[in-house]
């Protein structure tokens, strides 16, 4: 049972354009969310949560958006660079606790075009 | 920053012995660790929790004893793959966290394990 998904597994963007790369997830325990971004051969790196507190949480070109009535959450980049080609996985966890298990996606490859 | 350290990156192994795979948190300690294992195109599923100085708490479905976990200090724990088959051929990856907030949890390199 998955309960986090990434339904999309590429996504291709043209360079300065908004990339948003979506997720949902089933659990209602779920309290906090993170964006990680993986490159082939490393560990992901993390990129930007947020708590089912709120709705949005902006840092730079990064934005998360949280709908928990939808279970959705969605990431925004804006404007998208050739170096934000990566995977992205987003992850779950029931507590903002940083030492919680994570709980994460299938990962959506995201391909910036310049 | 904070840094967690995986050895070996890639290790290529024949079927029937063991090999080791050790994660280290570089800066700070962490009484927690946890093992995830990624298949081709797949998630990053978890596979056990390693506590400093106590036996590991395993997911369900994952052997404990085909894949050993010691968490002998707090900068260091191993997963040890007893008996590889070439089914456990696969990317393993552990993470600790250096704090109390999610973006305190960091990742180590991962290591590709090929059972030949």
């Known amino acids: 049972d998955q309960q986090v998904k990434q339904n999309s597994p590429s996504l291709s963007v043209q360079e300065g354009r908004i990339s948003i790369l979506n997720c949902d997830y089933t659990n209602s325990m779920f309290d906090y969310f993170l964006w990680y971004k993986k490159y082939p051969a490393e560990g992901p790196t993390f990129l930007i949560s947020?708590?089912?507190?709120?709705d949005k949480n902006e840092d730079g070109r990064f934005t998360v958006f949280l709908n928990k009535s939808a279970k959705h959450l969605s990431l925004h980049i804006v404007p998208s660079q050739p170096g934000d080609s990566a995977v992205y996985f987003c992850a779950a966890s029931p507590s903002i606790q940083g030492a919680q298990k994570l709980v994460f996606g299938q990962g959506t490859r995201l391909t910036i075009n310049p | 920053g904070a840094v967690v350290s995986q050895h070996p990156s890639r290790v290529i192994c024949k079927s029937g012995t063991s090999v080791k795979i050790e994660c280290r948190s570089l800066d700070f300690q962490a009484t927690t660790m946890f093992w995830y294992r990624q298949f081709p195109k797949k998630s990053l599923m978890l596979m056990a929790t390693s506590n400093e100085g106590s036996k590991a708490t395993y997911e369900q479905g994952v052997e404990k004893d085909k894949f050993l976990i010691n968490h002998a200090s707090l900068t260091l724990s191993t997963l040890t793959v007893t008996s590889a088959h070439p089914e456990d051929s696969s990317f393993y990856i552990c993470?600790?966290?250096?704090?109390?907030?999610?973006?305190?949890?960091?990742f180590g390199e991962g290591s590709w394990l090929t059972v030949v």
């Open positions: 947020i708590s089912s507190i709120k």
């Open positions: 993470s600790a966290s250096a704090g109390t907030s999610g973006n305190t949890i960091y």
